[in-house]
Antibody, heavy 117, light 108 residues
């Protein structure tokens, strides 16, 4: 079955750019939306944005000015860049597949990114 | 769009049933059938339990069921087990994604 795995630095300095990659295995990245969701420690979930395999993107309006999501079909990967990070961006970042009738499954295991000076 | 409202906590004894509510508006929960529910154990990724209000993915126990009335969706966990102790989130799609704040379910 399809599995997702996040990768990237666990520590990012304040004002720099957070970069994560999600690798999709067990299936092709085509024909679905692929999503990034984050969860600050001890808090709830927040949708960051998504990308279709064609490259079309949608972003959370509160993060839109700082977020870029891209996709590489040849590598079965999609990526997240969040610039000008602050401590408020410290969170576990999850990648997930978005189903055709608006659900998220499967999810990656998540990766904790800490923003610190 | 405002977040969906969930009770911060719920509890029940083993074998009992517990219902967790998720209240939105006519512009999200009430207006669309795209409500999903997720279970999250500590340190783990969320797991899809219910989609399209009341549909269960393959492999999810039939002890989990979903429903909706007006602007409120509900998740019922029947025959509570110790392993059901977790956080539960509702999510609605209504042109944009709207998330609930989560409910911590404790099995007494």
């Amino acid at each position: 079955q399809v599995q997702l795995q996040e990768s990237g630095p666990g520590l990012v300095k304040t004002s720099e750019t957070l970069s994560l990659t999600c690798t999709v295995s067990g299936g092709f990245i085509s024909s679905y939306y692929w999503t990034w969701i984050r969860q600050p420690p001890g808090k709830g979930l927040e949708w960051i944005g998504n990308i279709y395999y064609s490259g079309s993107t949608n972003y959370n309006s509160s993060l839109k000015s700082r977020v870029t999501i891209s996709i590489d079909g040849s590598k079965n990967q999609f990526s997240l860049k969040l610039n000008s990070v602050t401590a408020a961006d410290t969170a576990v970042y999850y990648c997930a597949r978005e189903g055709t009738t608006y659900w998220f499954d499967p999810w990656g295991q998540g990766t904790l990114v800490t923003v610190s000076s | 769009q405002s977040a969906l409202t969930q009770p911060p906590s719920a509890s029940g004894s083993p074998g009992q049933s517990v219902t967790i509510s998720c209240t939105g508006t006519g512009s999200d929960v009430g207006g669309y059938k795209y409500v999903s529910w997720y279970q999250q154990h500590p340190g783990r990724a969320p797991k899809l339990l219910i989609y399209e209000v009341n549909k269960r993915p393959s492999g999810v126990s039939d002890r989990f069921s979903g429903s909706k009335s007006g602007n409120t969706a509900s998740l019922t966990v029947s025959g509570l087990q110790a392993g059901d102790e977790a956080d539960y989130y509702c999510i609605s799609y209504a042109g944009i994604w709207v998330f609930g704040g989560g409910t911590r379910l404790t099995v007494l």
